[in-house]
């Protein structure tokens, strides 16, 4: 909510120009509530700045008592998001649900994430490889030295715990996929399918000439190659996974995704 900022840090930003917002116009077709009250809203703006400082300057207040407690080298620090936000791009302020169809724009896609242990993580990497969050939970049990997950049907994702240490994973697909009401996505270093259900449209970006995602090449008969290929892909992907009824995803339901087995030790009586 853009409310209750403390004055300190709205101060900051009373004058500023924003210039990091692209200042695009309300998207009508499709905009949602969050779009329809925050694009173009100048007080939105000094709230966003002013809160995204606000919990810079907490998370510092916490790494530095934990470096006071003499505790820095034993403790890793993750510092992420659940989803990106869009700040006017593409006309539209929120996530993906803040749009009708819900989108999977870049914007809402990718999320900051920085890991943090001294003595074990060298300060100043930067890895670029594409990764998603049903890779973080393998990636933390392998940089804690703990079991995998065990389930009873096939787990998306992969450790990138190595990334994290200056070393490299072995044939890392770079390809993310996703699902988000009435809509799935796969995404390559160049290339993006959001395929959505009937009465939906569909879309298709090639990102290494329009990262910005304004062609829409879906109907394209140029690219129908590509269409088809990454159609493919992205079916094969989820019948991989086992997830139960394919068709569930296009009535927004809620589907039934492997369940995780907790592995629990019986304490000594």
């Known amino acids: 909510p853009y409310?209750?900022?403390?004055?300190?840090?709205?101060?900051?930003?009373r004058d500023s120009e924003f210039t990091t917002f692209p200042g695009e116009p309300l998207n009508e077709p499709i905009a949602h509530n969050l779009s329809k009250q925050n694009?173009?809203?100048?007080?939105?703006?000094?709230?966003y700045y002013g809160l995204v400082t606000a919990i810079d300057d907490n998370v510092g207040r916490l790494a530095q008592k934990i470096d006071d407690l003499g505790?820095?080298?034993?403790?890793?620090?993750?510092?992420?998001?659940?989803?990106g936000f869009l700040l006017e791009d593409h006309g539209l302020w929120g996530k993906g649900n803040t749009s009708w169809p819900y989108n999977m724009y870049e914007g809402s896609m990718l999320v900051?994430?920085?890991?943090?242990?001294?003595?074990?993580?060298?300060?100043?990497?930067?890895?670029?490889v594409a990764t998603s969050f049903y890779d973080f939970a393998p990636t933390l049990l392998d940089y804690l030295g703990l079991p995998p997950m065990?389930?009873?049907?096939?787990?998306?994702?992969?450790?990138?715990?190595p990334y994290l240490t200056g070393g490299a994973?072995?044939?890392?697909?770079?390809?993310?996929?996703?699902?988000?009401?009435?809509?799935?996505?796969?995404?390559?270093?160049?290339?993006?399918?959001?395929?959505?259900?009937?009465?939906?449209?569909?879309?298709?970006y090639d990102l290494s000439n329009d990262p910005d995602e304004r062609t829409n090449l879906y109907d394209d008969p140029a690219h129908a190659g590509e269409r088809q290929r990454?159609?493919?892909?992205?079916?094969?992907w989820f019948a991989a996974l086992d997830c139960g009824?394919?068709?569930?995803w296009k009535h927004a339901k809620q589907k039934a995704l492997p369940s995780y087995r907790r592995v629990t030790k019986t304490p000594p009586a």
């Open 3 to 13: 409310s209750g900022t403390p004055e300190k840090y709205l101060e900051m930003y």
């Open 150 to 161: 065990e389930s009873a049907k096939p787990l998306a994702g992969r450790s990138y715990a």
């Open 245 to 248: 009824d394919r068709d569930l």
């Open 169 to 204: 994973v072995e044939n890392w697909d770079e390809t993310v996929y996703g699902e988000y009401q009435y809509c799935r996505m796969v995404r390559e270093p160049e290339w993006k399918l959001i395929h959505r259900t009937e009465g939906f449209y569909s879309e298709l």
């Open 112 to 128: 900051p994430a920085f890991f943090h242990q001294p003595g074990r993580i060298a300060p100043g990497q930067r890895p670029t």
């Open 71 to 83: 505790l820095s080298e034993d403790t890793l620090i993750v510092y992420l998001s659940d989803h």
């Open 230 to 236: 990454l159609h493919a892909k992205l079916d094969g």
């Open 39 to 47: 694009v173009g809203n100048r007080e939105s703006k000094m709230h």
